[in-house]
């Protein structure tokens, strides 16, 4: 089965309850059970919570909450793979053998189905352990500056101070949308950036929601993505 498992527990402490607060008229982790549903990559579609309030929440739109999560995965560093392999432990032991499983996470408005489709497609014509979703840097990191005690700025590799932008090697990170991932891979803890393989997205797809100011710039960037479609 192809199963896909969206994280959302209870604390946040930059953004408080950030997965249930309203996001262009919904609750945030509503956008990401629609990407899901819509995608029509799986067989399930569940989240993984300790929470009641996001648990009745997820059911309202569509997902199934099977289990809550255990609190010792719901502390404010629990990483990701271990939330996703105790899913799929859960539904082994049920009797059901997750193959393809990908992690949604719940502050992902600007996910869209195609991307999900693309990271499967991915995923199995490269047979890599691992695909996610990737953009490219705005800036060369190798040019990037720091902020120094006394308040002055430096930079972090001076060798590059007069080296043309064009001549850099290009640099990408992480989307913070998705991770599709064989069950044997999460299960066996293999790091997600491990000879994985990526789905590149523009920029303008992409905004990590962590603050504040980070959420006032993924509205804009909703606004913008809907009107596009819209033709406004």
């Not at 309850?17 to 609750?27: E, S």
């Not at 980070?214 to 913008?224: P, V």
């Amino acid at each position: 089965m192809r199963l896909a498992v969206i994280p959302a527990r209870g604390g946040s402490k930059r953004i408080p309850r950030k997965n249930i607060k309203l996001f262009h008229g919904k609750p945030m982790i509503a956008w990401s059970i629609a990407v899901a549903l819509e995608s029509g990559c799986f067989d399930e579609v569940i989240v993984s919570t300790d929470d009641l309030e996001i648990a009745a929440i997820a059911l309202a739109y569509g997902a199934r909450v099977p289990f809550m999560r255990p609190a010792d995965l719901a502390c404010d560093h629990t990483p990701t793979i271990p939330v996703v392999a105790h899913a799929i432990n859960w539904f082994e032991q049920q009797g059901t053998v997750p193959l393809d499983v990908c992690c949604i996470y719940a502050t992902a408005p600007l996910l869209q189905p195609a991307a999900i489709r693309a990271g499967l497609d991915l995923l199995n014509e490269t047979g890599a352990p691992y695909t996610f979703a990737a953009t490219r840097y705005a800036f060369p990191i190798q040019r990037a500056l720091k902020r120094m005690a006394d308040g002055r700025m430096a930079m972090f590799d001076p060798s590059h101070f007069a080296t043309r932008s064009q001549d850099l090697e290009e640099a990408f990170h992480d989307a913070g949308q998705f991770y599709w991932g064989r069950a044997t891979a999460w299960l066996a803890g293999q790091p997600i950036f491990d000879g994985s393989a990526a789905v590149l997205l523009p920029r303008h797809r992409v905004q990590d929601i962590d603050t504040s100011e980070d959420w006032t710039r993924a509205e804009w960037l909703f606004a913008a993505m809907q009107a596009e479609a819209g033709g406004g």
